[in-house]
């Protein structure tokens, strides 16, 4: 069986390698391969309700909270080959991001109101970090929850809000005391129900012709006290321990193998493919995809095993980046002169958007942090340098 894998499967997981190739071949909707932006959220649904109906929406999650619990080789045999069936990545931001936060932090009845709703995906999730004037410099966030009774008022505004119009709850980050000596002091995070009066939230359309973000708007919005996460003026510690996560996450191989494997298609029909220069280019991005998975198999066995993996995160944020950022560049070497054309190429093997490849790929070194923020982050605590 072919594989695209640093590790050699045993037999136990070429046979599961097998299972869950077939199954792909089976049950993978036709109208959800070749998707470069995210596809409609009925889609994604759909998707979501059949992998949890198989057990294997949450891989990586404990078998306590509903996960699969699948052992490290497992989940990175369902990445490899889900990213070469190209199947979407569901959702992040539940089973991803908060999910995990509310394991580890959230109350007893956080956990049974929210994690069973992720797993089914009848909740969408989105994140409320960024404000207009808070992106890089997170902690200047100045949207405001203040205590009246059991409900703190929230105040403010979030921008870059993935899906924020297609989800119903947002984790946010609020500032929670104005006087705090320093800004990160007085920030909490608080889980906030979409639908509660005073919220509006308008999308933004993206270069890529997608409306793939919202802002949203926080006018005397009553959220009770018990969503708070953790504790109160607490909430930068999980900001950044989800922002681990996060990183993590963004570095998934799903989306590059799909990706590399969509450029071998182009670059055959425009036969970029006999050009010994391009050849070295895409054996050199192909490596690299391999190492990225070797990086990000040994930052879960590192979570697996309960130990921090701190400003690695960053490390494997910027090495994700870097791989799909190189992955787009190629797609426009591959398409020659009409590379920059928005309609898909036809190939023999079917059509290669090129050029949103490439677009895409520019979100990779923004969104969870910039790559300058990563640098920064590695020059400090991993070089030392001041
Ligand atoms: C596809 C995508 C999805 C996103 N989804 C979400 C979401 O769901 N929820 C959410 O809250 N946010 C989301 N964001 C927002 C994202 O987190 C911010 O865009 C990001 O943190 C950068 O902030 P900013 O846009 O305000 O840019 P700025 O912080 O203004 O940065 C502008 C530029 O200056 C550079 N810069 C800033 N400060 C420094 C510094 N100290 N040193 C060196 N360079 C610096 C940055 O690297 C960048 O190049 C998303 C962004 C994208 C692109």
Same mark, same amino acid.
């Given at each position: ?25 089976e049950n993978l909707p036709e109208e959800l391969l070749g998707w470069v ?115 703190? &008022? ?73 969503n708070i996460v953790g504790n109160v003026n607490d909430g930068w510690r ?56 070797? &990086? &990000? ?5 590192? &979570? ?83």
């Amino acid at each position: 069986m072919s594989t695209f894998s640093f590790m050699k499967d045993s037999k136990e997981d070429a046979d599961f390698r097998l299972a869950v190739r077939d199954w792909l071949e089976e049950n993978l909707p036709e109208e959800l391969l070749g998707w470069v932006t995210r596809p409609p959220p009925e889609l994604m649904r759909s998707w979501h309700k059949k992998l949890y109906e198989k057990g294997w929406i949450a891989p990586n999650w404990p078998r306590e909270f509903g996960g699969m619990e699948a052992t490290l080789s497992q989940q990175l045999i369902m990445l490899e080959e889900f990213g070469r069936a190209g199947a979407p990545i569901t959702s992040r931001q539940a089973l991803g991001h908060i999910g995990p936060i509310l394991m580890q932090y959230g109350t007893a009845e956080q956990k049974a109101q929210h994690l069973p709703k992720m797993l089914t995906g009848e909740i969408f999730w989105c994140q409320g970090y960024s404000e207009p004037n808070a992106g890089s410099d997170l902690a200047s966030l100045r949207t405001r929850a203040d205590l009246d009774g059991d409900h703190f &008022v929230v105040n403010g505004q979030k921008i870059w809000t993935t899906w924020g119009h297609h989800a119903q709850w947002m984790f946010a980050l609020v500032r929670t005391d104005q006087d705090a000596p320093r800004k990160q002091a007085g920030i909490s995070m608080i889980l906030i129900d979409l639908a509660t009066e005073g919220i509006t939230i308008r999308p933004i359309r993206t270069i890529a012709d997608d409306d793939e973000f919202a802002e949203v708007f926080f006018d005397n919005v009553r959220v009770p006290e018990k969503n708070i996460v953790g504790n109160v003026n607490d909430g930068w510690r999980l900001a950044k321990a989800l922002l681990d996560h996060e990183r993590i996450g963004n570095a998934s191989p799903q989306f590059a193998i799909d990706s590399l494997e969509m450029l071998k298609k182009l670059a055959r029909a425009t036969g970029a493919m006999d050009d010994p220069v391009f050849k070295e280019k895409l054996i050199r991005v192909e490596l690299d995809v391999l190492a990225q998975s070797a &990086v &990000v198999a040994h930052s879960v066995a590192l &979570v697996k095993a309960d130990q921090k993996i701190g400003s690695g995160s960053s490390f494997i944020k910027l090495l994700g980046t870097n791989t799909a950022q190189t992955i787009g560049d190629l797609m426009l070497d591959a398409a020659g002169p009409n590379g920059a054309e928005l309609d898909a190429f036809e190939t023999p093997e079917g059509p290669v958007e090129a050029s949103a490849y490439f677009r895409e790929s520019r979100r990779n070194s923004i969104y969870g942090g910039s790559s300058e923020i990563q640098r920064s982050v590695i020059a400090k605590n991993v070089l030392g340098l001041p």
